[in-house]
């Protein structure tokens, strides 16, 4: 995957993430805690695949170090 269709790609979860903190107001507002845990987990793992991503637009020597270190 080239380095724009990456950054492209982290633009739309941003996107997500988004809409889905507005989604986690409104389930707030309402007191839906199923709602809530909902919404937060799938802001988790938003999050936890656009940190992946972020990495893959590293210059290759930088994630090769960061690879080594943990």
Not at 36 to 64: C, H, I, Q, S, T
């Given at each position: 995957?080239?380095?724009a269709k990456i950054?492209?790609?982290?633009?739309?979860y941003?996107?997500?993430?988004?809409?889905?903190?507005e989604?986690?107001?409104?389930?707030?507002?309402?007191?839906s805690p199923?709602?809530?845990n909902?919404?937060?987990r799938e802001?988790?793992d938003f999050l936890?695949?656009?940190?992946?991503l972020e990495?893959?637009?590293?210059?290759?020597?930088?994630?090769?170090?960061l690879?080594?270190?943990?």
């Amino acid at each position: 995957m080239g380095k724009a269709k990456i950054k492209k790609k982290i633009a739309g979860y941003e996107k997500q993430l988004a809409k889905h903190i507005e989604k986690f107001k409104e389930a707030m507002a309402r007191d839906s805690p199923g709602s809530m845990n909902y919404m937060a987990r799938e802001m988790r793992d938003f999050l936890r695949r656009k940190k992946e991503l972020e990495v893959r637009l590293l210059p290759k020597g930088l994630r090769k170090k960061l690879k080594a270190n943990g």
